[in-house]
């Protein structure tokens, strides 16, 4: 029987998603902001239902992606998990904000929702939570992106963009500043982090390079299962420079793990 997917947000991730979304499972509904429910010429109209709270939802979806970033994981996540519904989550640096962190959880642990943290743009996260168990010394993340992948962003306030000639440092801190300060473009630090040593101890530094067009991440773990360092080289939507393509396809990937059996 087909599935049936609920996603939060439907911007360049979300487009990508549903063109890519697995046989069996159909897009039902679609979460959007108040100012775009009565948009009618939209790629869903006519297909799936279009709501602007999760409240207004009749029947269960099978899974909830949230693909709508940091506000749209704030304003919708509770309703989500107190349903007792599964969330597959992109916007991870919303998870900074302890408060935050604590109401999902608590909405999770009380309604028998799930929230699935999803690796988007990143690779090793597996890797990375198995050898916490063992214990960390130390996981570091440096991203790099070309400047138009930064427009936009705190970035601005922080460098001309329009003026660097090379490989620049612009950005030094913790995972939780960073996933705060650069919302639409740093939730991959906190990704690191919440799989590794948590939001303080997990180092940042963010780079522009007006010479790349890739968005590259570095991660560097050590620990008493040994040290990996990973460095990915991802390309990124070309409807959203912000936003690599390996992050829409890890939502892709939680889709067919919800129809699969035996799934990766
Ligand atoms: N974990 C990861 O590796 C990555 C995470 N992201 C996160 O994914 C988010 C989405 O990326 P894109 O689709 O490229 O951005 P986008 O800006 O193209 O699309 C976001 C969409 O969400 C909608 N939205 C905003 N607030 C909402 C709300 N409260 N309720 C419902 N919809 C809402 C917007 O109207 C927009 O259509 C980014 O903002 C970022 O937070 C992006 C890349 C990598
Ligand atoms: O897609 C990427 O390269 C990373 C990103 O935007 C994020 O971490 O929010």
Redesign the pocket.
């Known amino acids: 029987m087909t599935k049936r997917l609920m996603m ?8 990508e998603v549903h063109r890519l979304l697995p046989e069996g499972m159909e897009l039902a509904w679609v ?3 108040e100012a ?1 429910a009565a948009a009618t010429c939209t790629p869903w109209a006519g297909r799936a239902e279009v709501l ?1 709270s999760i409240d207004a939802c009749e029947e269960a979806p099978d899974l909830v992606v949230e ?6 994981l ?3 996540g509770e309703a989500v998990l107190r349903r007792g519904l599964t969330l597959a989550v ?4 919303a998870l900074a904000d302890e408060a935050l962190y604590e109401r999902l959880a608590t909405a999770a642990r009380e309604g028998g929702g799930r929230m699935q943290l ?5 690779a090793g996260m597996d890797g990375l939570a198995a050898a916490r168990e063992g214990g960390l010394d130390e996981v570091t993340y440096e991203a790099c992106k070309a400047p138009r992948s930064w427009k936009g962003s705190h970035a601005e306030q922080l460098i001309d963009l329009d003026a660097v000639t090379e490989k620049t440092v612009f950005f030094e801190g913790d995972a939780g500043e960073a996933a705060r300060l650069f ?3 740093s ?2 630090a ?2 690191i982090a919440l799989a590794g040593v948590g939001m303080r101890d997990t180092r940042v530094k963010l780079i522009v390079d007006p010479d790349t067009r890739r968005n590259t991440h570095r991660i560097h773990a050590q620990g008493r299962f040994g040290e990996f360092t990973i460095e990915l080289n991802g390309h990124p ?1 070309e ?2 420079p ?3 393509t ?3 396809l ?1 939502v892709v990937r939680a889709c067919r793990q919800a129809l699969e059996p035996v799934s990766f």
Do not use: D, F, W
């Open positions: 939060i947000g439907y911007g360049a991730m979300g487009t979460v959007v902001p775009y602007t693909c709508a970033g940091q506000p749209g704030a304003e919708h992109v916007a991870t640096g999803l690796s988007g743009a990143v919302p639409a473009n939730n991959v906190a990704t939507l409807s959203n912000k936003t690599s390996l992050a829409a890890s």
